[in-house]
């Protein structure tokens, strides 16, 4: 029971990131309760489908581990697939674990099409679950949120842990050492950082053409600042950024860069993951793609 505890409490701290709402609070811990130790009802005989055809995957379903994620139709498909992440997920989890975690990928698309063209463009040939009916998430009511739609599951279906590896690598941790065993012991020292600015804006740029922003982050604190990784909310935007420890009171740059695909305004967002208090730190990215 105390091990639970502490998972429950330590998911809610990493779902929310750096928020302190109070709600949002509230509504991270009352999901993360419910859902843990939950099992996902997933149907026997489902059909997968690999590069549009069907086909039947029962190993896939007895792993000792899954990693169900769920997508809806809500906002750019693109954004929320994440295909090329998943991808290198997908080796990393070979490396560490193989044959031991199954991905179950369940798409409810109401654009089939543009599915089956980026699973294409992404060369996934990994069976996936197209549901346009909804049906498995009609039977589970996933939660309606992003950063909830995706769950660690052990052999008979049942939640261990919630959240999205690929969009916050403190969760992918926290699965990695329920997958392997492995508790990850790694102490980092803590520092604080500064940016120049967490609202970019690219005022009017030209659709299908790339355009470039820096942002200045300066060390403010007494050990060194180390980026993990830099994630963005879309497909379309791009970071560039060096890997080295930034010592104390120095600072760097990032590069972004976005090619917008169609007109009009755009709102992105980029995730600097830090060894900082605060990590992630957000940043909002917006202009006019003419």
């Not at 809610?12 to 750096?18: D, G, N, V």
């Not at 070979?94 to 089939?112: N, S």
């Not at 740029?205 to 993990?228: A, C």
Request: contains cysteine; charged residues 25%; glycine residues 4%.
């Amino acid at each position: 029971m105390k091990t639970k505890i502490v998972l429950i409490l330590s998911l809610t701290i990493l779902l929310l990131a750096s928020s302190c709402q109070n709600k949002e609070k509230r509504e991270a811990k009352k999901i993360v309760t419910e859902w843990v130790g939950k099992k996902i009802q997933i149907p026997e005989n489902i059909m997968f489908s690999v590069l549009g055809k069907d086909t039947t995957c029962p190993d896939l379903l007895k792993k000792p581990y899954k990693i169900l994620l769920y997508v809806d139709s809500t906002g750019c498909l693109s954004c929320r697939l994440k295909l090329p992440d998943w991808k290198m997920l997908m080796k990393e989890v070979d490396t560490i674990a193989l044959g031991k975690v199954g991905f179950i990928y369940i798409f409810q698309p109401k654009r089939e099409k543009e599915l089956q063209q980026l699973l294409r463009q992404n060369r996934i040939s990994y069976p996936v679950i197209i549901d346009p009916t909804d049906y498995i998430n009609r039977q589970n009511h996933f939660p309606n949120k992003l950063p909830y739609q995706c769950f660690l599951l052990d052999q008979s279906n049942k939640v261990l842990m919630i959240g999205n590896p690929v969009h916050n690598p403190q969760i992918w941790n926290l699965y990695k050492a329920q997958i392997t065993g492995k508790p990850n012991k790694e102490k980092r020292l803590l520092t604080s950082m500064q940016t120049s600015s967490t609202d970019l804006n690219f005022g009017k740029i030209q659709v299908n053409k790339k355009s470039t922003i820096r942002i200045k982050l300066t060390n403010t604190g007494n050990n060194p600042l180390i980026i993990f990784f830099v994630k963005a909310s879309c497909g379309c935007t791009n970071t560039d950024f060096k890997k080295e420890p930034i010592k104390s009171g120095k600072s760097t740059n990032i590069t972004v860069s976005i090619t917008p695909d169609s007109e009009g305004y755009f709102h992105k967002t980029i995730d600097i993951y830090s060894n900082t208090n605060n990590s992630p730190t957000q940043l909002s990215i917006k202009g006019i793609a003419e």
